[in-house]
């Protein structure tokens, strides 16, 4: 079989080590490049976050860190939920590694015009890198097999009311995302809300292997569900739609971005009843097999040392 070739645009943050694990030992995937960004915490941290994890694993993916702040607007950052190193709660062992002098979109633009075949771009936090790659290479389009981001909601968010946190940080990127022809997969709160660890299978992952042990230590300090009630894995869904697109119920829909509201920025509307009269620019995942979802992940994790 032969393995899907992707990108990997992330702000590690404690569920963006979950999916990076997914995507490094998941046979169906062919992790090309890691891009980091400003989100959970700062793009230094985030960088810093993504190659000790690299290290950890002793993987030698390339790594481009990207943008420090969102497009026009300050960065507001998720040190709350994930602690302020975005990465609280395991020691990582010291390392010398560090990310090339060349900005994310460059990279990007670099590993899409040395592939034989367009690449799927995956992105688990803020899409800054890919509308500054979008601006600067327009032409890169052909060569992107399609996005897979979380990111979004077709309902409530989870940063202000409206709005869901990838999407709030840097609005004007997520619009020019959905404006950009990109074949694109959202996978947002609807989904990303109910794909949840058990309890008992929290616990058991310190004697899984060298991973889970890693992973329960930063699961103590993750704040989007608890030890004791189960946790949200926001962004392995996007791995997992990757792996198993089979687990998700997807609808096509016209998605803007609000830029403007006062109230909600950052909101993605999801034209679900078709209201707007726009064509559909994304699918949009409303519902996932959550016990096949736990069971993949399941599945997945062990693969990793």
């Not at 000790?52 to 993987?59: I, N």
């Not at 790594?63 to 420090?68: F, I, S």
């Not at 999407?167 to 959202?186: H, K, N, T």
Request: glycine content about 6%; hydrophobic content about 45%.
């Amino acid at each position: 079989m032969s393995r899907l070739p992707i990108i990997l645009d992330t702000d590690p943050g404690i569920d963006d080590a979950v999916a990076l694990a997914a995507a490094l030992f998941s046979p169906a995937l062919d992790l090309q490049l890691i891009t980091t960004v400003a989100g959970n915490v700062s793009v230094e941290k985030t960088t810093r976050n993504a190659l000790q994890l690299l290290h950890f694993w002793q993987q030698d993916v390339p790594l481009a860190q990207g943008a420090a702040t969102p497009l026009v607007r300050p960065l507001r950052d998720a040190a709350c939920v994930h602690g302020e190193s975005g990465m609280e709660g395991y020691n990582f062992v010291a390392h010398d590694r560090l990310a090339p002098d060349i900005p994310a979109f460059q990279a990007i633009y670099n590993c899409l015009l040395a592939s034989e075949t367009p690449v799927t771009l995956v992105t688990i936090g803020p899409l800054t890198n890919i509308a500054l790659l979008l601006t600067h290479y327009p032409d890169c389009v052909t060569r992107i097999k399609r996005l897979v981001m979380m990111g979004g909601s077709a309902g409530r968010g989870n940063f202000t009311p409206n709005a869901e946190f990838n999407i709030a940080i840097d609005p004007e990127a997520a619009a020019r995302v959905f404006q950009s022809g990109l074949e694109i997969i959202m996978c947002g709160l609807d989904v990303t809300n109910k794909a949840m660890l058990t309890p008992e299978y929290l616990a058991a992952l310190p004697t899984l292997n060298r991973t889970g042990a890693m992973l329960h230590a930063l699961f103590s300090h993750y704040r989007s569900g608890s030890l004791s009630t189960g946790l949200r894995m926001h962004d392995l869904c996007a791995i997992a739609w990757l792996v198993k697109p089979e687990m998700f119920t997807l609808k096509p829909c016209f998605v803007a971005v609000e830029t403007q509201g006062e109230y909600t920025s950052g909101a993605t509307v999801v034209d679900l009843e078709g209201r707007l009269n726009q064509p559909a620019n994304a699918q949009v995942a409303l519902e996932i097999d959550v016990p096949a979802f736990q069971q993949w992940v399941a599945q997945t994790l062990a693969l990793a040392p």
